[in-house]
């Protein structure tokens, strides 16, 4: 391995886990975490749904829809699925969403 090559991996390495500052990036891995705990009952850990009617996320035809309308579903509730208004905030559905496009 090059030198230089050791640097740059350093510097990604620092651009990823301190560069993002106050817009931090959206934290896929804490997303995954909140999905785990708060979405895997209904919509299946590796996002393939236990519940009927709960959309599949391994298919990406259901997340066809822009972050912002997927956040306000999410925050309001949708028939079967609770609301998370209060229990999530804006910043960690939008972790959580970011996880979703990384299931299919
Ligand atoms: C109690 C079961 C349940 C839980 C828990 C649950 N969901 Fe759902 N979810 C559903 C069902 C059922 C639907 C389909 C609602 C409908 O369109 O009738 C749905 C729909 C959705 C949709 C599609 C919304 C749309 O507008 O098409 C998204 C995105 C979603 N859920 C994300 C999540 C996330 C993220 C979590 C965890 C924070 C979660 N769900 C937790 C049952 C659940």
Redo the contacts with the bound molecule.
């Keep these: 391995m090059k030198i230089r090559d050791v640097k740059l991996g350093l510097l990604a390495f620092f651009v990823l886990a301190f560069g993002s500052g106050s817009s931090r990036a959206a934290d896929t891995i804490k997303g995954g975490e ?2 785990a ?7 299946g850990a590796s996002g393939i ?1 236990v ?5 599949n ?1 391994a298919q990406s035809e ?2 066809l ?1 822009p972050d912002l ?2 956040l ?3 925050k309001n ?6 609301a ?1 208004q209060g ?2 905030s804006d910043h ?2 939008m972790d ?2 970011v ?2 496009r990384t299931l299919n």
């Excluded at 509730?77 to 609770?82: I, L, S």
């Design positions: 909140l999905y705990v708060h979405c895997a009952s209904c919509h749904s519940m009927p009617n709960a959309p996320f259901s997340l829809q309308l997927l306000t579903s999410i509730g949708k028939n079967a699925m609770p998370y229990i999530l960690d559905i959580v969403i996880y979703l």
